[in-house]
């Protein structure tokens, strides 16, 4: 065969994409290399249209029986990474590599709930740390319960809890109710971001600030959180 039929006849077989995701996470789905490699082929064949491919025509392909063939899919189908489906027109069976692809979804959905807890938790650890240098000290059980009810019960997120420690810190109030008092605040008016946290910060201290630079230059104020 000359080189230009053998390339012609390369490209009438054609090209099997596989996902990367699929190559780099099947180990997670407690798939091993030959289960992998059977489900290559269903994948192959069902792109070139050849939706039930017979165990032998599988091990044609592959280093095992038929019989071994039959036993891998079996397992596929135990592990629920492939359906055997009945075609409701034509009556005849087809692999079906949906649950394959579903559960790589539900693979990510989980990962990145755990990295949401995990981040969660690295925020509300930064958040504690951050609340004892500001007040140069440990804190005690109540202030770290207090802690714990502006984010589990009132809803606050770390970076909101941040913002208001440092309104307090701006204020030279730097105590537990007027902080308190801050986060009040911001859940009535709907705050729930830093940055609507700086822009309503700002607000209240500019009227105060031209307030008391027409009283005396030496003094900065800031806006009183308590006196709302």
Same mark, same amino acid.
């Given at each position: ?10 490209? $009438?077989?054609?090209?099997? %994409? *596989?996902?990367?995701?699929?190559? =780099?996470?099947?180990?997670?789905? &407690? /798939?091993? #290399?030959? !289960? ?74 989980? $990962?990145?709930?755990?990295? %949401? *807890?995990?981040?969660?938790?690295? =925020?509300?650890?930064?958040?504690? &740390? /951050?609340? #004892?240098? !500001? ?94």
């Amino acid at each position: 065969m000359k080189d230009k039929e053998i390339m012609i006849h390369w490209m $009438e077989q054609g090209s099997t %994409s *596989v996902p990367n995701v699929l190559l =780099e996470n099947y180990k997670k789905l &407690s /798939l091993n #290399e030959q !289960e992998m490699m059977l489900l290559l082929h269903i994948y192959s064949y069902s792109q070139k249209g050849i939706l039930f491919p017979s165990f032998e025509e599988l091990s044609n392909r592959m280093s095992i029986t038929a019989s071994e063939c039959a036993g891998c899919v079996k397992k596929l189908l135990q592990k629920q990474v492939v359906e055997i489906e009945q075609g409701s027109q034509t009556g005849y069976e087809s692999y079906s590599l949906e649950p394959l692809w579903n559960k790589l979804v539900a693979l990510f959905e989980s $990962e990145a709930r755990g990295q %949401s *807890v995990q981040q969660a938790m690295t =925020e509300e650890k930064d958040l504690y &740390s /951050l609340f #004892e240098e !500001e007040f140069g000290r440990p804190l005690s059980s109540i202030e770290c319960e207090t802690l714990a009810l502006w984010i589990d019960q009132d809803g606050h997120s770390p970076s909101v809890i941040k913002a208001a420690l440092r309104e307090a810190v701006l204020s030279m109030k730097l105590n537990f109710r007027y902080i308190d008092r801050i986060l009040f605040e911001w859940k009535k008016q709907g705050i729930k971001t830093v940055e609507q946290a700086r822009e309503q910060g700002k607000k209240f201290r500019k009227p105060a600030a031209m307030e008391q630079v027409s009283r005396s230059e030496q003094a900065v104020p800031f806006y009183n959180w308590l006196e709302q």
